[in-house]
């Protein structure tokens, strides 16, 4: 079946503009992830959802990320007043229940604040 | 895992050769390992987990050990080929329930 897709793939936008980002995710799974990735690094983990439950949000970094979820369907993660250090990779995963199931992942939104 | 910025462990190998890729991870508490792969403009890729009940799983070509107690992880890669060349990143769940931390990544560069 389909894989997690993301989109844009690319997005460029001004400093202090608000951006959207959308994930797709597997079909059935239960669970979506959010991450960041900055240039030549690791992947920071930035919101969980899992189900009807309540998000775990503890890695947003600022009052200026946000993310909401449809159901068990798309996901969209929303910067608001863009800033230069915001520049990065998003990736988006998903899972089949819980964080003990495998997550597979999207091809990622790479984002550029001049 | 703690990111060091960009400069990345490397491993250069020749294609045909075993490749061994090392991860030492932050938390006792974790119970379930992943090694994932990412190719250049792409998402990471799953290729093996393991869980802290046991200490070796093997795949197709790949071998995942775990030694927890000196938190060390490895995945050994046998015959490695050009297609390997990739990113390689462990992660570890121990930190919350539904995250994944993941370590900084070891580039493997398979020369033919």
């Known amino acids: 079946g389909a894989g997690v897709s993301q989109s844009p793939s690319n997005k460029v936008t001004e400093k202090g503009k608000d951006v959207e980002l959308r994930c797709d995710p597997i079909?059935?799974?239960?669970?979506l992830y959010w991450y960041r990735q900055r240039l030549g690094q690791g992947l920071e983990f930035l919101i969980y959802?899992?189900?009807?439950?309540?998000?775990?949000k503890s890695g947003l970094p600022s009052d200026r990320f946000s993310a909401e979820r449809t159901g068990e369907s798309v996901s969209t993660l929303t910067i608001q007043r863009t800033q230069q250090e915001d520049s990065a990779v998003y990736l988006c995963?998903?899972?089949?229940?819980?964080?003990?199931?495998?997550?597979?992942f999207g091809p990622g939104t790479r984002l550029t604040v001049l | 895992g703690e990111n060091v910025g960009l400069h990345l462990p490397t491993l250069s190998v020749q294609e045909g050769d075993n490749s061994i890729i090392n991860c030492a991870y932050s938390n006792s508490a974790s119970d379930y390992f992943i090694w994932y792969k990412q190719e250049s403009g792409k998402g990471p890729q799953f290729i093996i987990d393991?869980?802290?009940?046991?200490d070796k799983r093997q795949g197709q070509r790949v071998t995942v050990l775990l030694n927890k107690t000196v938190k060390h992880l490895s995945l050994q890669i046998a015959a490695t080929q050009p297609g390997d060349s990739a990113v390689y990143f462990c992660a570890e769940n121990g930190e919350s329930y539904g995250k994944l931390t993941f370590g900084q990544g070891t580039i493997l560069t398979v020369h033919p």
């Open positions: 995963a998903s899972s089949l229940v819980s964080n003990t199931d495998t997550q597979y």
């Open positions: 959802f899992q189900g009807n439950s309540a998000p775990d």
């Open positions: 393991i869980r802290s009940n046991m």
């Open positions: 079909s059935g799974h239960t669970a």
